[in-house]
């Protein structure tokens, strides 16, 4: 691959090894998913969540794509793995609950003087910088800061320039993301069962995604793991 042969030639430019033939020796690249199980075993609190022949499940949760990969531990010490099957990719990062938001918005500001397009789209920056971040589904009330003092319409929640959503209303922003999420993931296992499932990437920092998907894996005996700085994975 020509990403590869570039890296290659860059350690040679580098000094860290001698030649173009022996950083073809040398140097190996892994996938994506593999470099996230390094990092978690550095970052989770235990690393006993995987032993050898261990079947498990990488969910990459990204801003714009979930990616799911099934692996087959061949080897701890030094770590080795194997894909089990093809992997799963889905339209269904971060910025698709921030689109579930819009909508939710421009269903409750019908009739409202705040549902123009410009004062919608404060209001999901408002809520991608800070509600998204933080909602874990128990927020009864959840406030947005999109305008100034003089931007009110009670009817509507808003009030100086803060609209507030309640708990469902944000909810809804997730569901059809989540949903999606969770089709990915079984349609991966295909009826396999596995004891752990690694949850990475910036959307996997989210609160009420990890919830939902603890709840319903746990329900199938699969633990959920993440790492302590998922959006600071390896890069592959």
Not at 54 to 63: L, P, Q, S
Not at 117 to 126: D, F, H, K, N, Q
Not at 206 to 235: C, D, N, Q
Request: net charge negative; hydrophobic share 35%; with cysteine.
């Amino acid at each position: 691959m020509a990403q590869q042969a570039f890296l290659r030639n860059a350690t040679v430019k580098a000094g860290v090894v001698r030649s173009p033939e022996d950083a073809e020796l040398r140097i190996e690249f892994i996938t994506e998913g593999e470099a996230s199980v390094h990092y978690a075993l550095a970052h989770t609190k235990t690393s006993t969540w995987l032993t050898k022949n261990a079947m498990f499940a990488v969910t990459d949760a990204g801003g714009s794509t979930v990616d799911s990969t099934l692996y087959e531990c061949k080897s701890t010490s030094p770590l080795s793995l194997e894909e089990v099957c093809e992997s799963e990719c889905v339209q269904a990062g971060g910025v698709f609950v921030d689109r579930g938001l819009q909508t939710v918005l421009e269903q409750k500001l019908k009739d409202s003087d705040f549902g123009d397009p410009e004062s919608i789209v404060e209001m999901v920056r408002s809520f991608e910088k800070k509600t998204k971040r933080i909602f874990d589904g128990t927020q009864t009330t959840n406030i947005l800061d999109f305008g100034g003092s003089r931007d009110n319409d009670r009817a509507h929640g808003i009030l100086k320039g803060k609209i507030t959503l309640s708990k469902e209303e944000v909810g809804r922003s997730f569901d059809d993301v989540i949903a999606r999420v969770m089709e990915s993931c079984l349609k991966l296992l295909h009826g396999r069962k596995i004891k752990h499932l690694l949850l990475v990437g910036g959307f996997g920092e989210s609160p009420f995604l990890r919830k939902r998907l603890i709840e319903m894996f746990g329900r199938l005996g699969t633990e959920v793991v993440t790492v302590e700085e998922p959006s600071k994975k390896a890069a592959a």
